[in-house]
C-alpha cells in the first residue's frame, strides 16, 4: 500500500510519501511542480540505490525516524517508561486529515500505546510551512527527545549557515561546512539564547542574497531547544529541531513540539528571509491597534541608570519629545528599593523613597507632551535581597545553592500561585496609571532547561494581554537572549541587543534580517560615547542605523550640541514621514563586492518604491567603491534614484558620481545588472539611496 500527501503553494512544492503504512518520508521539496506529476512515480524515483556494507534496503528517513527500522542516524523520538525501559516505536498510519494548505498525519504503536501525530499548514501568502509534532501515551514516560517533524536537507549543499551570538553581540553567521555525523547546536539555558539562535538557512551551492537556492528553518520556542543537522552513511542528510533534551522533568503521557517554520527560495537567501518576516508580521503578531504607525520610542536606561529624579526625567522627555520621540519608557529603578541590581526584584510596588507621590507626575508631564508612557518590568526574577524571596524562598526554580545570575534567581513558573503574584502585581500597576508599553526583561539564564518555565511565562503574557489588550509588550533578555516567534505570538517589539553601538548593530540588524521584520526590530540612537564598546560614532551614523529598524533613542539628550540634536531631528523626522510603507517593506540584504560594505535594500510591497542603506563599516579593500548591485526589482520599469544624504560628502570625494549632484533614472535591469556607483565614504558612514518607481 502506498499513500501520497501534497501541499502546493505559489513558489514550492512539498510532497510526502509513504509505504505499508509506515510513516512518510518527504520525497520533494522544492519549486513548484506540475499537477500533472505522478506522485507514484516521483517517489520510485525517488528511491536509492544498494550496494555492499549497506543493509539489503535503506531505513526510511521519514518525518520521525525510527530506531526500530533499523535507521543509522538520530531518531526522530527517544523516550522511556516509567519502569526506565527504552521504547522503540514502531508507527503504523491510523488517519489523516487533508485540505487544500493543511495536512494531519496520525500514527500509533498499540502494543507501547502510544499515538504520534504530525501537523504541516502551508501558508501561501508568506511560502512558510509550519509544521509540528505531538506524542501520546496511554501510560505516563519519560521523554527524552521529540522532534518537530523531520526534513532532509539538500545534496547540494555544502555548507549550512548557524547563527551564534553573545551579550552585545547577537546574530553572528557562520558558514557551518557538511561532514559526516552530527552537527549539533543545543541551547540548555532556558531561553531562545544569545548563543544558539534557533535558526538555519541551508544554501546550495552557489546561492548568496540575492540569486540562488535555500532551505530555511526557525523553531519557535523561548525556551531550550536543539538542533541536529546530519549526514548520514549513505549520504543523505537530515535537519531535526525540537525542545532540549531532557527538559520534560518529569513522567506525562502528553508532549509537543513547538511550530518549526520551514521556507524554501529560489530567490536566494533572501527568499528564505522574506517569508520569515512576512510570516511574522502578517500571521503572528498582534499589536494593539495595527493601524497606528510605529512609535519613535525613547528609553532612558544610558541616561539615568538607577539615578531616578522627578526633575530630570521631566526634562529629558522634554528634549526627547523636541527630537520626536512619541513613546517614553521609564526603565529599572522605580520599584523596591532599587538602587543598584542587587535588591527589590520581585517587590513590584513603586519606591516611595523616589516617587512619593506615586508615578502620576512623570506619567502627567509625559502624557501632557503627548507622549505615550512605557514601563520596565522583569517579572520571573527575583533577588533573594527582596521581601517576596524573604517571603517565598521556595518559590524558586533550580536549588537554593545555585549560582547567581546578575544577583538574582527565577521564579519557579510552573507555580500556580507565582503566576497569580505576578498578574496581581502588574496588573494593579496597569490599572492604576497610564500605561500602553512593557519592557519585559529577562536577565539571567534559567539554571535548568524546564519546559514548563516558558509555558508558564507564555500563560502569564497571555492573562496580561487578555485583560489589558491596549498595552504592547517588548520582549528584552540582557538584549537578544529572548527573540523567537514563540514569544513574539505574545509580545510585539524585540530588543535586539544591549549594545547601542552604530557598528556593531549593523552587523547585529544584517543577521537578525533573516527572520525578523523592520517594524518589531527595536533601534535606538545610543550615547555619543557608546557604554558597551567606547567608541564615538557621530550622529549621522548613529541616526541613521537606527533608522532602518523601529527607530528610538537611548542617550541623554542633555548631551547633545545643536548640530547633533539636529541631525537627529532631521532623519527622525524622515523615519516618520516613511514608516508607513516601511512597516510592510521586505528587507533584501545586497550582496557587496568589498567586505567592507555592508548593504540592504527594503522594498516596498507593492514594488512602488525602496531605500538602500550602504553603510562602510570598515576601510574599503580598493581606493574607490565597487558598484552596488540592486535586487528584487521590475527590469523593464523606469526608476529614479536619489542619494538622500548626498551633502554628508567628504572632502576626499573629489569627483562627480551621477548621484552627487543630481538624481538617476534608469531601467531595473540596469540597476540590477550594472549596478549603483556611490561616492567614496568614510568608516562608520552610511549612504541612503531612495528609489521609486516611475
Not at 247 to 273: M, W
Not at 341 to 367: A, M
Not at 651 to 657: F, K, Q, T, V
Request: charge should be negative; proline fraction near 6%; charged fraction near 20%.
Amino acid at each position: 500500500m502506498s499513500q501520497f500527501w501534497r501541499l502546493d503553494g505559489p513558489l514550492q512544492t512539498f510532497i510526502l510519501a509513504a509505504q505499508q503504512e509506515r510513516l512518510p518520508q518527504v520525497i520533494y521539496w522544492g519549486p513548484p511542480l506540475p499537477t500533472s506529476d505522478d506522485c507514484a512515480t516521483l517517489a520510485a524515483a525517488h528511491t536509492m540505490d544498494v550496494t555492499g556494507g549497506m543493509l539489503d534496503a535503506n531505513p526510511e528517513l521519514s518525518i520521525c525516524p525510527e530506531s526500530s527500522q533499523s535507521f543509522p542516524g538520530q531518531p526522530g523520538l527517544m523516550c522511556r517508561d516509567a519502569q526506565g525501559r527504552v521504547l522503540r516505536p514502531k508507527f503504523r498510519f491510523v488517519k489523516d486529515l487533508a485540505k487544500e494548505h493543511s495536512l494531519c498525519l496520525t500514527y500509533a504503536d498499540k502494543d507501547l500505546g502510544l499515538t504520534y501525530e504530525a501537523h504541516f499548514e502551508l501558508t501561501a501568502s508568506s511560502n512558510i510551512l509550519t509544521c509540528w509534532s505531538r506524542l501520546e501515551a496511554t501510560q505516563p514516560l519519560m521523554l527524552h527527545w521529540l522532534a518537530a517533524p523531520v526534513f532532509p536537507a539538500p545534496q547540494l549543499s555544502d555548507s549550512m549557515m548557524s547563527f551564534s551570538g553573545r551579550w552585545i553581540g547577537e546574530f553572528q553567521t557562520h558558514s557551518i561546512p557538511w561532514r559526516p555525523g552530527i552537527h549539533k547546536r543545543e541551547s540548555r539555558t532556558g531561553r531562545s539564547g544569545h548563543e544558539h539562535f534557533p535558526g538555519l538557512i541551508l544554501p546550495e551551492i552557489g546561492a548568496r542574497n540575492t540569486i540562488g537556492r535555500a532551505y530555511g528553518f526557525h523553531y519557535g520556542w523561548s525556551g531550550g531547544h536543539q538542533m541536529i543537522a546530519e549526514e548520514l552513511p549513505d549520504g543523505r542528510r537530515q535537519i531535526q529541531f525540537g525542545h532540549a533534551c531532557d527538559s520534560h522533568n518529569g513522567p506525562a503521557q502528553s508532549f509537543e513540539t513547538a511550530k518549526l517554520y520551514a521556507v524554501f527560495s529560489d530567490r536566494g537567501i533572501n527568499g528564505c528571509g522574506t517569508g520569515f518576516q512576512r510570516h511574522l508580521r502578517d500571521h503572528i503578531l498582534t499589536f494593539p491597534k495595527a493601524s497606528l504607525p510605529r512609535p519613535v520610542h525613547y528609553n532612558c536606561w544610558e541616561a539615568i541608570y538607577f539615578d531616578h529624579d522627578l526633575s530630570s526625567l521631566k526634562d529629558i522627555a522634554t528634549r526627547a519629545k523636541d527630537l520626536g520621540a512619541e513613546r517614553f519608557v521609564l526603565d529599572d529603578g522605580w520599584f523596591g528599593r532599587r538602587d543598584d541590581d542587587n535588591s527589590s526584584l520581585g517587590d513590584w510596588q513603586i519606591d516611595p523613597r523616589k516617587y512619593p507621590s506615586g508615578l502620576d507626575p512623570l506619567i502627567d508631564h509625559i502624557t501632557s507632551l503627548g507622549l505615550q508612557f512605557g514601563l520596565w518590568v522583569e517579572p520571573e526574577m527575583v533577588n533573594p535581597d527582596s521581601n517576596l524571596y524573604r517571603a517565598h524562598p521556595d518559590w524558586i526554580l533550580g536549588q537554593k545553592d545555585q549560582l547567581l545570575g546578575r544577583q538574582q534567581l527565577v521564579l519557579d513558573m510552573a507555580r500556580d500561585e507565582v503566576i497569580a503574584y505576578l498578574y496581581d502585581c502588574i496588573s494593579a500597576i496597569l490599572e492604576t496609571y497610564d500605561i500602553g508599553y512593557l519592557k519585559w526583561d529577562h536577565n539571567r539564564t534559567l539554571p535548568l532547561s524546564d519546559v514548563t518555565q516558558t509555558e508558564g511565562t507564555y500563560a502569564l503574557l497571555a492573562r496580561l494581554r487578555a485583560a489589558f489588550p491596549h498595552v504592547e509588550i517588548e520582549s528584552c533578555a540582557s538584549g537578544g537572549g529572548r527573540i523567537d516567534f514563540g514569544i513574539l505570538q505574545h509580545c510585539q517589539r524585540v530588543w535586539l541587543s544591549d549594545s547601542n553601538d552604530a557598528l556593531e548593530r549593523s552587523r547585529i540588524q544584517h543577521g537578525a534580517a533573516l527572520f525578523l521584520p523592520a517594524l518589531v526590530t527595536g533601534s535606538h540612537v545610543g550615547p555619543r560615547l557608546c557604554h558597551t564598546s567606547g567608541r564615538v560614532f557621530d550622529m549621522r551614523y548613529r541616526a541613521w542605523v537606527a533608522a532602518q529598524r523601529h527607530m528610538g533613542f537611548e542617550m541623554d539628550p542633555r548631551e547633545l550640541d545643536a548640530q547633533e540634536a539636529q541631525i537627529l531631528t532631521e532623519v527622525t523626522q524622515w523615519y516618520k514621514d516613511n514608516r508607513d510603507w516601511l512597516a510592510t517593506a521586505d528587507i533584501l540584504r545586497l550582496d557587496t563586492a568589498d567586505p567592507s560594505v555592508l548593504a540592504e535594500m527594503q522594498r516596498a510591497a507593492d514594488g512602488s518604491r525602496f531605500v538602500v542603506f550602504s553603510n562602510q563599516l570598515d576601510s574599503a579593500q580598493h581606493i574607490l567603491p565597487r558598484p552596488l548591485c540592486l535586487t528584487e526589482l521590475d527590469p523593464k520599469a523606469q526608476y529614479r534614484l536619489h542619494l538622500r544624504n548626498r551633502n554628508e560628502a567628504t572632502s576626499l570625494s573629489r569627483g562627480a558620481p551621477l548621484l552627487k549632484s543630481q538624481d538617476l533614472q534608469a531601467s531595473g535591469a540596469w540597476l540590477m545588472a550594472h549596478g549603483v556607483q556611490l561616492p567614496y565614504a568614510m568608516p562608520g558612514s552610511i549612504w541612503v539611496v531612495e528609489g521609486r518607481k516611475l
